[in-house]
């Protein structure tokens, strides 16, 4: 059985920095591209980040493009995004998902997916 588990988020203020976590157990972590999606109450999913199985390709949203940093250690099963300077717009539930290989920037594409870490970011 797979799973996907975020870990990491809280209540900031801005201008602050967070790092997410994303634990995976019952898939070959190295052969999967991880993304990390994020959404609020009435706005549709978005795309924040992706990092593919070789650790090379991956994508910044516009949104937040200079402000995030995602990485793997696929020694622990772990994936990072490291947020900088967040902002009030950056409130969010940031979620974790899994895909063969390469990244995509549709969360429809992922197959696997945790329940997600709340990030409040207090003006």
């Known amino acids: 059985q797979v799973q996907v588990v975020e870990s990491g988020g809280g209540l900031v203020q801005a201008g602050e920095s967070l790092r997410l976590s994303c634990t995976t157990s019952?898939?070959?972590?190295?052969?999967?591209?991880m993304g990390w999606f994020r959404q609020t109450p009435g706005k549709g999913r978005e795309g924040v980040s992706c990092?593919?199985?070789?650790?090379?390709?991956?994508y910044y949203a516009d949104s937040m493009k200079g402000r995030l940093t995602i990485s793997r250690n696929n020694a622990k099963n772990t994936l990072y995004l490291q947020i900088y300077s967040l902002k009030p717009e950056d409130t969010a539930r940031y979620y974790c998902?899994?895909?063969?290989?390469?990244?995509?920037?549709?969360?429809?594409?992922?197959?696997?997916w945790g329940q997600g870490t709340q990030v409040t970011v207090s003006s």
């Open positions: 019952g898939l070959p972590f190295d052969d999967y591209a």
């Open positions: 998902a899994a895909r063969w290989q390469h990244c995509s920037r549709e969360g429809t594409d992922f197959d696997y």
């Open positions: 990092i593919d199985w070789r650790g090379v390709g991956s």
